[in-house]
């Protein structure tokens, strides 16, 4: 008996599959290197180092984890160099990295169901040419203390190159760009020690002022020397870098009241700057709150924008008007409406929570003095600057000590001497010296 032949069932042509190139140029990355390429190891169809010049051991660290190590003479231009390292890659995605950038393994897991979910449907794969994404300045402690976008995952076309020779940026339709959220690059290399060790900063400052004496009235670039400026003035101390520091503030001040062509985020980077230096540097009030109308102007409904002018309000003895801003600040965050351009309150938002206080104790409201004195407590309990409102508010409100105590310990150990201590040190300094013997006599039973 002959067995009846079964057909294959026809499924269609099979899916393309995702082939994914990591890509990098290096030079004396040994202390990165490794990270660099170890998220991606797993993942990428392949991987490729193209070393501009290493004096360490970079290249013999990357062939190790069995990289292809190309080498490209260096000649001033970050584009030529990536462009370079693209035209090495047979994969049909690249993730162009630095090497002081890489994803968290879930970064990683979601870019690739991204990727996936391209390729798996036609309209997606015939329309989405590159991912913008979060990009999450770290500093020497791991912290956060910005986040920006960045569009470093893209097609492998012919069409897609870098241009500039220093802030170098692709060559991109943005029809063509889906945003992923899930995704987010950990940048090092803006941390005090990368730009100390590196000298980041001046290498950056030698290329834009190469680039600005041919392209004059390009405000991005000036933004650009703008920034690399301020952190050789950093680098070089408060004495040696006011040099740098004045050219830079003249640069974001030039910047920040043209009407020429500007990317928004550097045009809001100049008016933040130009804000937060105005109120840091004594300027007058009233100096200080036109400086913020005129921000605001440019930049309506900024959130960070907002947050500095409530702070000049608050400072004003506006307090009704701060809180309402204030508060306005924090329905946007919650929403998280406007969260990725934000470039401050987002990272830190008990900057916003700090003024909700003192506009609250400027009101009189104490309920609103321990409500957002306690959000940042619980968050820093270390913040002096916090508490001493939050008790001088409860003591001026008749609040009895016992009671003062009760909320206390919803924030610090009360058998703990070193709380204790801060806590009696806290309420010495806003006056409330009944408390701060109380608290005392605590500390020094905790000891026992």
Known sequence: MSKKKTKKKNTGPPKPMVRLSQCMIVKNEEKNIEKALGW?????????????????????????????????????????????AIEQASGNWIAFLDADEYLTPEGAKALMVALKQIHSEPQLRDTLFAINCPWVQLNDQGNVFGVDDQIRLFRNMPSIRYVGKIHETLSLELASVVRVDSVSIMHTGYSVSAYTETDKAGRNIDLLREELAEKPDNLNLKVYLADSLRAKARDDGPVDGAVSEKEAEALYAEVAGSTGVVDMMLFKKAHMYTVDRSIQSGKSIGECERVCKRALAALPGDLDLEYYYAMVLNKKGEFFEARALLEKCEQKLIKETSIYESDLIAVKPMLMYQELVEASQGMGDTEGVIKYATMILIEDKTREVVLKPYIATLINHGTPEEDILGLLAKIYDMNNPKDLIFVARAAKNCGAISLAKLVAGLAAKAVK
Do not use: P
Request: net charge negative; glycine share 2%; proline share 0%.
């Open 40 to 84: 991606a190891k797993n993942l990428a169809f392949e991987q490729i180092v193209v070393d501009t010049g290493s004096s360490d051991r970079t290249v013999e660290l990357a062939e190790k984890m069995c990289a292809k190590v190309y080498h490209f003479e260096w000649i001033n231009d970050f584009a030529a160099a990536k462009n370079f």
